[in-house]
C-alpha cells in the first residue's frame, strides 16, 4: 500500500507517518523502481498503530523505542516491557499530583478576584504582579519526564 491509504488506515496524517520513519520508530518502507512511491505492508500498519497507541498514552518516543525493542526480543520475559509501562505509570501519578496542586494554585489565585473591577483592581494581577509572594506560592513542576509535547 501506499503512504496515503496506511495513514489512512491509522487515522493519521502522512506527516505522522514521515515523521516516525525520521525518527526510527517506523521502518523505511520498500521503494518501487519505477516511480520511487514507497511501499508499506501489514508489518508497517500494525507497528504505525502500536506506536499511536503507545503516544495516546503519553509514552515518549524512548519509551516507545524501549518497547520496540522489547518486541523484538521474542523470546525473553516481558519484565522490560513491564518496567517501562510502571515508569511510565509512575510519572503519569507524579503529573497528577501536580495537576492536583496547579489545581489547588490556580482556585486560590481565581478567589482574588472580585468580578465586575476594573483592571487596575484586579486581584489576580495584583497577586501575580508580587513576584515574592508569587513565588512563594507556585509549586514547581517535575521536568524530568517530558508529557506530550505533540500530536504525533
Do not use: W
Not at 39 to 57: G, K, P, T, V
Not at 86 to 103: D, K, M, P, S
Not at 114 to 130: D, F, K, M, N
Amino acid at each position: 500500500m501506499k503512504i496515503g491509504e496506511l495513514a489512512r488506515q491509522a487515522n493519521c496524517p502522512v506527516e505522522t507517518v514521515r515523521y516516525y520513519e525520521k525518527e526510527g520508530l517506523l521502518h523505511l518502507p520498500l521503494r518501487d523502481s519505477a516511480n520511487n512511491y514507497r511501499h508499506y505492508d501489514s508489518s508497517h500498519l500494525e507497528r504505525l498503530l502500536f506506536i499511536r497507541r503507545c503516544r495516546a498514552l503519553d509514552m515518549t518516543h524512548d519509551e516507545i523505542r524501549g518497547l520496540l525493542q522489547a518486541l523484538s526480543r521474542n523470546d525473553e520475559d516481558c519484565s522490560q516491557i513491564d518496567d517501562i509501562v510502571n515508569e511510565h505509570l509512575h510519572h503519569v501519578q507524579q503529573r497528577i499530583q501536580e495537576l492536583l496542586a496547579l489545581e489547588h494554585q490556580l482556585k486560590t489565585l481565581s478567589d482574588h478576584c472580585g468580578s465586575g473591577r476594573p483592571v487596575s483592581e484586579c486581584g489576580i494581577v495584583h497577586t501575580l504582579t508580587r513576584p515574592r509572594e508569587s513565588e512563594d506560592t507556585l509549586i514547581p513542576l517535575n521536568q524530568e519526564h517530558p508529557g506530550g509535547v505533540h500530536r504525533h
